[in-house]
């Protein structure tokens, strides 16, 4: 006799199948967005830190900044200050130089021969005008000059006869040029 089993075993399979298959996509699902989650935390976490961390060397850039724009403040300050303590070392060292020269000078006029009326001095060149007895006295005087200390070279630029007072002297135009400071 045959058996026929009315019961439903193959809708049963079916089923648990189906179930089956439900809870394995529901897992799957769920681990899928527990991975997703976890990528999308650690992902806005490593964006805060870094946010942080470029806020951070920012403020040190400002501040580096600042200390750049001190220092550049500062090297111009120090080289404005070595210009004027150089200005002020060579006036230093020259402040006698003219005394000693007009000094110098007053020795080697021959007296009672030569008058100097003026004496003026632009750059490395002396001018010096003057009167004298005769152009003997003047040819004197400039030899006296060319030996002097702050002389380079000696020039008679002019001389003309002059009366004065019923007197004919030698007026005359010498130029110097200064010898370089030791």
């Known amino acids: 006799m045959i058996r026929i089993n009315l019961l439903p075993y193959r809708e049963r399979e079916k089923k648990e199948d189906l179930t089956r298959q439900i809870v394995i996509i529901v897992i799957t699902l769920v681990v899928f967005l527990l991975v997703i989650g976890s990528f999308q935390l650690y992902l806005s976490i490593s964006t805060s830190s870094l946010e942080k961390n470029i806020k951070l060397q ?5 501040r580096l900044t600042k200390t750049i724009g001190d220092i550049e403040q500062y090297k111009l300050n120090k080289s404005t200050l070595e210009r004027k303590l150089a200005i002020i070392n060579n006036l230093e060292e020259n402040r006698l130089a003219p005394v000693m ?14 008058w ?8 490395s060149e002396i001018t010096i005008d003057g009167m004298a007895r005769n152009n003997i006295a003047v040819a004197h005087f400039m030899k006296n000059l060319s030996g002097a200390n702050f002389v380079k070279t000696v020039d008679l630029l002019a001389t003309r ?9 030698q007026q005359f135009v010498i130029s110097c040029v200064k010898k370089k400071a030791p």
């Open 161 to 169: 006869e002059k009366e004065i007072s019923g007197m004919k002297l």
């Open 101 to 114: 020269m007009l000094d110098e000078l007053s020795l080697l006029v021959p007296v009672k021969d030569v």
């Open 58 to 62: 920012e403020e040190e850039l400002a």
């Open 116 to 123: 100097l009326d003026k004496i003026s001095e632009r750059g």
